[in-house]
């Protein structure tokens, strides 16, 4: 595989346009940006950096098709054999399809083949499945009345997606929303938008009728702006960060009242009680639940809580895992840490590496960044052993740095986890089975993994709590962002 990927890797990308009503279009007043490999700093190809008049061509090409029916109306099976073949399609070019993801946003390349174009298939085929088993319901009345509650599409859908795992997220919010039959118009990162539109491509080829699925790129403040302010998006879905997150709300009160979901970030307890099953797994595992794709995951177990009793132990098992670490190429299979997706985002982590340094903390391993030579952004996985009080425990860094802070006991445990803004991931590792569920039941966060980090598949929903976000992606829970509940009262 390895020499497929070398031959994929220098293949010429070209200028890329909007996916509007079925057709590739260039934006109305031509402007377009320009899109660099963090694997060597190089230049890739440009985007099409789209303006609120071309956010309005794609909202109204997705209105149209709503309203002409060939797929909102469409009988779900036929809807299902859609978005099967676009599954089917997804697979067909999930190598060129993870190639092209990873020279836009640097991932490692063993982890994007599962985590992209797979994890997106399978998202595909998971909804294809629903769109037929999924019904309305009978109230349970009075005789002389029949209570229907229908389940409707929303209409159109507006989704804006970050660029850590642009076709993974992409997927969840795209499949369910394409499943319930309505429109959508995908706004992905400017930092990664390609493998989106090759994505666009497939769907076109696959037989979604034309405007069903538009993709605008650009800038969040300009073309994500006009999105959030649209008159005429029903539903805007969101991943990305909690400052955007909020002003997507703002947006929605000053227009249209658009219900708004968002997938925000996180600072998510990763917690080892003396009594874990196995403290090397438990290092092993930690490790990559905060390092693969450099540490920009949105679950990423940031915060290592670490019993006192193994708390040296631990933290050199973790620290020389760490270091072990193979840092470098994303496009090589053997790569375990990939780029850190653009300068700016580098910038930002080695500033927080620096503040930690300055605030006290101690720094286990790391700290750097390396391969300068290559014109890549690669930073060294670091580990700092700190405090609850300093900015490293509070603030998300979305870059590969880890923070290790002990406590004593469980209910300390517990306050320490809960003690942040964020809900979103956690984890325990412990043998003893009650107090696996008592942690289970006290931590604030959308996910609680037990002896495990990450991994978690389409049956089960993910969303956060407090300022992680609200509603969820992936399961059946999903389509509940994207249908509208309808009343039927008929006197019988
Ligand atoms: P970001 O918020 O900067 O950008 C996300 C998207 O919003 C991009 O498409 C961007 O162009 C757009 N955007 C930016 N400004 C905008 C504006 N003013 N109006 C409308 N759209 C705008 O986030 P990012 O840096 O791409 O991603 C990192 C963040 O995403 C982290 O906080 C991370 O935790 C979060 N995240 C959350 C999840 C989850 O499921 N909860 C998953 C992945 C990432």
């Known amino acids: 595989m390895q020499d497929q990927i070398d031959r994929l890797r220098h293949l010429p990308i070209a200028p890329q346009s909007l996916f509007i009503g079925g057709d590739w279009s260039e934006p109305l007043d031509g402007a377009v940006l320009e899109v660099v490999s963090p694997i060597d700093g190089t230049r890739l190809t440009t985007i099409a950096d789209a303006g609120s008049g071309d956010v309005d061509r794609a909202v109204r090409a997705a209105r149209a098709a709503f309203d002409k029916g060939s797929w909102s109306k469409a009988a779900p099976s036929q809807r299902k054999k859609i978005l099967l073949r676009i599954a089917e399609l997804i697979e067909r070019d999930a190598l060129e399809l993870a190639v092209l993801g990873v020279r836009d946003n640097g991932t490692e390349m063993a982890m994007a083949l599962k985590a992209e174009p797979g994890s997106a298939a399978a998202t595909f085929r998971y909804y294809a499945e629903a769109v037929d088993k999924v019904y309305g319901e009978i109230a349970p009345t009075a005789g002389d009345v029949l209570g229907l509650i229908h389940r409707e599409p929303v209409g159109v859908v507006a989704a804006i997606v970050p660029w850590n795992f642009p076709m993974m997220i992409?997927?969840?919010?795209?499949?369910?929303?394409?499943?319930?039959?309505?429109?959508?118009?995908l706004k992905p990162a400017e930092v990664a938008s390609l493998s989106l539109l090759k994505l666009a491509a497939l769907c076109a080829e696959a037989g979604?009728?034309?405007g069903v699925f538009n993709v605008v790129t650009g800038r969040g403040a300009v073309t994500g702006e006009a999105l959030g302010l649209h008159m005429d998006i029903d539903v805007l879905a969101f991943t990305g960060s909690g400052g955007v997150g909020r002003r997507l709300l703002e947006y929605s009160a000053r227009s249209n009242l658009k219900r708004v979901y968002l997938e925000l970030g996180g600072k998510s307890p990763n917690i080892v009680f003396a009594d874990a099953p196995d403290l090397d797994r438990a290092a092993k595992v930690s490790a990559h639940g905060i390092f693969r794709n450099a540490g920009q995951v949105?679950?990423?177990g940031s915060r290592l809580l670490v019993q006192n009793s193994i708390?040296?132990?631990?933290?050199?098992?973790?620290?020389?895992?760490?270091?072990?670490?193979?840092?470098?190429?994303?496009?090589?299979?053997a790569t375990e840490i990939g780029a850190v997706s653009s300068e700016v985002q580098l910038k930002k982590d080695l500033a927080y590496a620096d503040q930690a340094l300055a605030e006290g903390g101690r720094l286990l391993t790391g700290g750097r960044r390396i391969l300068e030579e290559t014109g890549g952004y690669y930073m060294q996985p670091t580990i700092f052993d700190i405090t609850p009080q300093m900015t490293l425990a509070k603030e998300e860094v979305f870059g590969p740095i880890l923070s290790i802070?002990?406590?004593e006991t469980e209910a300390e445990a517990v306050a320490i986890a809960n003690a942040s803004d964020y809900g979103l991931a956690s984890a325990v590792w412990t043998s003893n089975l009650s107090?696996?569920?008592?942690?289970?039941?006290a931590i604030r966060a959308g996910v609680v993994h037990v002896n495990t980090y990450g991994g978690a598949d389409n049956t089960v929903p993910l969303g956060g709590v407090k300022q992680s976000g609200n509603g969820h992606d992936k399961s059946l829970h999903a389509l509940d962002k994207y249908t509208d509940l309808k009343t039927a009262w008929i006197q019988l």
């Open 170 to 185: 992409g997927a969840w919010k795209i499949a369910p929303a394409l499943a319930a039959g309505n429109s959508v118009v």
């Open 208 to 210: 979604l009728p034309e």
């Open 298 to 300: 949105c679950v990423a």
């Open 311 to 333: 708390r040296e132990a631990f933290a050199e098992k973790l620290a020389a895992i760490a270091a072990g670490m193979k840092v470098g190429d994303p496009l090589q299979l």
């Open 405 to 407: 802070i002990p406590f």
């Open 435 to 441: 107090r696996a569920h008592r942690m289970i039941r």
